[in-house]
């Protein structure tokens, strides 16, 4: 069974910092580019950030130069920093794993966090 399990998510100030990681299960994590994903309510779900499995970034210009994405593939599991957080980034944070290109042909998704930016 495939499990994505985010964690890390809460309340935070504006100009604060959280880090949130994914603890994936049940599928062999080096293979998968992992992502983070958020929706925030009445809006599409957008990208924030991906890692390839080469270790490639790629981020959202609306989190650039604040945000950071890693992974740690001995413990299966990829972590969001985020700093100077805004308002704006309140949103459910998803952990995505995507082998439909360059890995087994699958992907999955995380449960989500609840991540809230407000004094």
């Known amino acids: 069974q495939v499990q994505l399990v985010e964690s890390g998510g809460g309340l935070v100030q504006p100009g604060g910092s959280l880090r949130l990681s994914c603890a994936a299960s049940?599928?062999?994590?080096?293979?998968?580019?992992m992502g983070w994903y958020r929706q925030a309510p009445g809006n599409q779900r957008e990208l924030v950030a991906t890692?390839?499995?080469?270790?490639?970034?790629n981020f959202a210009d609306s989190v650039l130069g604040r945000f950071t994405i890693s992974r740690d593939n001995a413990k299966n599991t990829v972590y969001l920093q985020m700093n100077r957080l805004k308002p704006g980034d309140t949103s459910v944070y998803y952990c995505?794993?995507?082998?439909?290109?360059?890995?087994?042909?699958?992907?999955?998704w995380g449960q989500g966090t609840q991540v809230t930016v407000s004094s």
């Open positions: 995505y794993a995507d082998g439909r290109i360059a890995g087994p042909g699958d992907d999955y």
């Open positions: 890692i390839t499995r080469g270790g490639s970034l």
């Open positions: 049940g599928i062999d994590f080096k293979l998968y580019l």
